[in-house]
């Protein structure tokens, strides 16, 4: 009879369809009376000679960069030049003033009331995104745990090419209404849009990595997100200087369509054995998720650890629970033992990640509106600042993550919960890092100070990969899409409030202290870094109290 003991670890940490796997799962199939027949799917494809890697998942999140990145840049002066031309939409018009159809020549275009006007726009635009990207990503990023990430990855890539065919719409048919635009962005949201993306990647390199390098792993993820934006914004701006700003949407659908090939062709990153468990898991799942946590503190080998010198037993679920428990409990699976210390914690740094994200994209949908109307900034310096932005954050994550990570202390990279006490001050260094570039913007007396934000902020941008690596280490592997993908709902959550909220405040105050959006920004990010304080402390005083 196998040792439940040395399953569990192996379910824990056994990379899935790395060279050894063919053996792998057909001792597992054997065990559990499986033909060889119903595991074929787990052998790569004559198209892919690669069994599935964390890299595979690279190009993914690359070419989608590489279609949001000139789309960022790009919009708001679509935007100008559709206002321009056709007229404020009502919605958004200042009604103390009289207004008029305006040709694209007029200098009432470079005025603040476009400005507010465009910021607005593009702010209720996001947010009707979010608003359907809230809804709709978990429930993909939880299926991907049951129908697999490449189909789910598909939906996404699918509903992306539809969606950026819109605004090529609006633009050569002068009679439709511009609020068309956000048509595409609700087929997006409802497909999940980049949130979802950003957590099926995750969730694929974890299904190929084990717990301890997920760190490094996810920093590259984000990597190959940020290198699509750097290096699609550099292209977006040449294009757009040689051959015009509404070349540049003909290339997204074209970037996505390509991603939708490329999708087709990588093989999956969960076993048909791991499917099917996953499938099964679904019925029972407080049931089943319990014992596995009951079952994984037996991982954690050591002097204190009393449950590998004695029978497992039934996990059990507390008579008593406070009603924020059981809120927790129906939001995100519970914490693994021995690893992050807190009772609460994988909630706290999921709202941790609510704020500064909020902070994040509310800065950045309106630093582009702000220099395009501070600075008089075109569509290709714009352009080049996310390029950037981008590439700095490639260098971050790809170079600098790496070395810190070897800065670790020698036990951090065998004991789970030193290595997460580590991430831990990573994630808050930051967090910190992302407040400075928030002043650097407030304070810029010319816009090339967004260029040194940018460098700061690829800095701080260690936060995102250091936070997914927590949280990976504290759940149990089949748990993964599920947290990730409420991860991923939580940050939606703040891209449904940031792009409206920071454009009501860039407009209120856009005569009188333009900048003062981003001294909030700063503000809620301090708040963001005080919660994931609290976390560290509670982790390390969890620490205490095992040694």
Known sequence: MDDPVAVAHAQESTPLLRGDINTATNNNDRRQGASHDDDDDDTPNWYWPWPAAYWAAIPVIFLAGLAVGPAMAMTPPLVKFLFCERGIPDLFKDKNKDHLLLSSGEKDCDSSEYSAAIAKFIGVFASFTSVLVTLTVRYWSSLSDRIGRKKTMLVWAVGSTVAHTFPLMVYYNKGMSLYVIWVGGM??????????????????????????????????????????????????????????????????????????????????????????????????????????????????????????????????????????????????????????????????????????????????YQSQVYLLYMFKWTGPELSYVGAIQGLSRLVSLTVLLPLIKKLAPSRAKTNPALGIKFDLKVMIMGLWLEAVTMLIYAVAPIGEYFYVGGVTGA???????????????????????KTLGTLATFESLAAVIAPSLYAWIYALTLETYPSLVFYVAAGVIMLASGLAISVAVAHRNEMKRRA
């Open 187 to 364: 087929i997006e949201g409802s497909a999940g849009s980049i949130l979802c993306l950003i957590a099926l990647v995750h969730s694929y390199a974890a299904d190929v990595s084990s717990p301890e390098k997920r760190t490094v792993v996810f920093g590259r993820m984000i990597a190959g997100w940020y290198a699509g934006l750097g290096v699609g914004s550099a292209v977006g701006g040449v294009v757009a200087k040689k051959f015009g700003m509404i070349t540049v949407f003909w290339m997204l659908p074209i970037i996505t369509f390509i991603d939708v090939l490329y999708v087709l062709m990588i093989p999956e990153s969960l076993t048909a054995a791991k499917l099917a468990g996953n499938n099964q898991s679904t019925m029972t799942n407080s049931q089943s998720q319990a014992t596995l946590i009951d079952i994984d503190s037996s991982n954690s080998r050591g002097p204190n650890n009393k449950s590998s010198l004695h029978p497992i037993k039934p996990a059990t679920t507390p008579h008593h629970q406070t009603w924020v428990d059981r809120v927790i409990r129906s939001c995100v699976p519970e914490q693994l033992p021995h690893r992050l210390g807190g009772k609460h914690s994988i909630i706290l740094l999921m709202i941790t990640c609510f704020f500064t994200l909020m902070s994040v994209m509310g800065a950045m």
């Open 459 to 481: 800095i701080g941008s260690l936060f995102f990969p250091a936070t997914r690596g927590i949280l990976s280490q504290s759940v149990a592997p089949e748990m993964l899409g």
